[in-house]
């Protein structure tokens, strides 16, 4: 379970013209793994049958694990939110 994100914070901000890099990192990367582990899922109760290239949900597996890499991977997406909590408690 992940928790909530924090796009009414998100929102606000750019409303207000302040930067949310933060909160778009941590959508980016519970959006992402949340994708992955769906479809991870999937092809495990689809069994053998779903690691065929034919299959919908091999696609939507690799769909999910591009994007993991695409936009910033997963640990860059960490970084950036580790960075932004250590200069919000300087």
Do not use: W
């Not at 901000?13 to 980016?28: R, T, V």
């Not at 992955?36 to 694990?65: K, L, N, W």
Request: charged share 20%; hydrophobic share 40%; with cysteine.
């Amino acid at each position: 379970s992940f928790p909530p994100l924090p796009l009414t914070c998100m929102f606000s901000s750019f409303m207000q013209g302040l930067p949310y890099s933060k909160e778009a990192a941590m959508a980016k990367l519970a959006a992402s793994e949340a994708a992955t582990f769906v479809s991870h899922q999937a092809i495990q109760v689809c069994g053998g049958m779903g690691y065929v290239s034919d299959m919908p949900v091999e696609r939507h597996y690799r769909d999910a694990r591009i994007t993991e890499i695409y936009e910033g991977t997963s640990e860059i997406q960490r970084l950036v939110i580790g960075n932004a909590v250590l200069k919000q408690f300087k």
